[in-house]
């Protein structure tokens, strides 16, 4: 393949139908998974998912690559689905957050957005550095 298209973190889906019956009913995600790496305490943040039509990524590529490089890696045809997944890095002296995720109220992403509510989730306050 000429061009590659860019990747990105997708979280995994819970699929209901799959779920054991022991295992009693789903929860919900908190929405952030925290580790340690060296002296930085790091978490991702979920801020929901968005979609793009997928004619408007790898733009520099062949249609006829495009579409088996997408069947070949089950994307679909029409949209491609992404999660905003914003890290939080406490050096002990500071907290620093990498990408803000999209925001509130964005038109076209109405399923992103939900960074606050993650922080709040985590017990983090957002006062920042």
Sequence with gaps: MKAAV????VSALEIPEFASAAAG???????????????FHITALCDGV????????????QADEKKAYFDAHYIAPDVFRLQASPLLIDTGQKRILIDTGLGPSTGW?????????????????PDLD
């Design 109 to 125: 992403a109405v399923h992103a957005g939900r960074v606050t509510k993650t922080l709040a989730a985590a017990g983090i306050t």
């Design 25 to 39: 009913p789903i929860q919900a995600s908190p929405g952030h998974y925290s580790f340690t790496l060296g002296e």
């Design 50 to 61: 968005f979609f793009l039509p997928t004619d408007s990524i790898a733009t520099n590529v």
């Design 6 to 9: 860019a990747g990105t973190v």
